[in-house]
């Protein structure tokens, strides 16, 4: 239950605090464009900055309603880890430009890889879909297994 409160915690976090930043781009674009996709010599630089906007807002909500928080979250990690590579080529190893990146590169990947916890609606769908099939008895799949592995092999004897 605490684990899931630091989730719920970590991803209204990046999420509420992400957020405006896609709003910003998409005030102005073109000089987003300018700023930080011309630089880095990337095709289509309006399209990726739009791209790039659309990933933080829709990410920020999936993160915020836990409504396919571990895409949500990818999507955000794959924008940020532009922005650290934005900064060190155009910055080096400044530290004040990368601690914020990095924080929620960070972050993001944690939900990626724990997913958004009790409190989220991904947590209600999978709870609901596993009392439609029953409970989840991890005995049944290891007795499958078990016959699985019993069988011969229909390639061992084919001559």
């Keep these: 239950m605490i684990k899931s409160l630091g989730f719920l915690l970590l991803r209204l976090s990046i999420g509420i605090m992400l957020i405006h930043h896609g709003y ?93 916890g009790m409190f989220s609606i991904d947590h209600l769908i999978k709870e609901k879909s596993s009392t439609e099939d029953g409970p989840e008895d991890p005995a049944r799949h290891l007795a499958g297994l078990e016959k699985l592995s019993q069988r011969e092999s229909p390639w061992e004897n084919a001559q």
């Design 24 to 116: 910003e781009k998409l005030d102005s674009i073109e000089n987003f464009a300018d700023a930080f996709v011309r630089p880095l010599h990337i095709p289509f630089p309006v399209t990726m900055s739009y791209l790039a906007a659309f990933s933080e807002i829709f990410g920020s909500w999936l993160l915020i309603t836990g409504l396919g928080t571990r895409l949500g979250a990818l999507a955000i990690m794959g924008t940020v880890s532009f922005g650290i590579y934005h900064a060190i080529m155009t910055s080096g190893f400044n530290i004040y430009l990368l601690e914020l990146l990095v924080l929620y590169w960070g972050g993001s990947a944690c939900v990626v890889l724990n997913g958004g």
